[in-house]
């Protein structure tokens, strides 16, 4: 999985910038599925500046609080051969995040990792090769390549021999979509 240092630059006890933490405190992993870092997050923005904790380490859900943003590292594997496997362990981990809207039966058909948030999200593929997946299309974004998702449907699948590490900031936003009631 990936390894990374986080420095977290602010005052030092004389007001002086300074590097306050190196490591990277919040990480969670499955093996074959995901690992991911939350780097940092906040519960408000403005960002407060003047709190000194590790603030990376406030936030257990995939989407950041609301009114807040979180900045986060994502290590994706090659997709899992066995698909009812890895949309399983994905469902899990969806509730262990507490997702807001969880993926329809035909999302999942398109890809396990479907997912929809209401945030915006803005995010650079560091290294490797991913599929972005839509709705409606696919995209191959390799080491440089950057994405804007904007409150919608979206999955991750690589197609690739090597893991892809992704890393972006997620923005709380106002719903892309408008709740239907049935």
């Known amino acids: 999985m990936a390894k990374l240092k986080r420095y977290v630059v602010g005052p030092d006890a004389g007001g002086r910038s300074a590097v306050l933490m190196t490591e990277a405190t919040n990480v ?3 093996p074959g599925f995901f690992w991911r870092a939350t780097l940092w997050s906040t519960r408000e ?3 407060d500046n003047s709190l000194a904790d590790d603030r990376g380490l406030d936030l257990k859900s995939r989407e950041p609080f609301p009114g807040g943003m979180l900045f986060r590292a994502l290590e994706i594997p090659p997709d899992a051969e066995d698909k009812s496997a890895h949309r399983k ?3 899990e981990f969806n509730l262990e995040v507490e997702q807001k809207h969880a993926p329809s039966d035909e ?3 398109r890809h396990p990792s479907m997912q929809r948030t209401d945030t915006l999200d803005c995010i650079v593929c560091v290294k490797g090769e991913i599929y972005l997946v839509t709705d409606v299309e696919e995209v191959l974004m390799t080491a440089g390549d950057t994405v ?3 409150g919608t449907n979206h999955a991750w ?3 690739s021999s090597a893991p892809a590490l992704l890393v972006g900031c997620m923005i709380d936003a106002a719903p892309a979509h408008k709740e ?3």
Request: aromatic content about 0%; proline content about 5%; charged content about 30%.
């Open 28 to 30: 969670q992993e499955s």
């Open 45 to 47: 923005v403005p960002v």
């Open 89 to 91: 362990r994905l469902l």
């Open 107 to 109: 999302d999942l058909q």
């Open 148 to 150: 804007v998702i904007r």
């Open 157 to 159: 699948s690589n197609r």
């Open 180 to 182: 239907t009631s049935k």
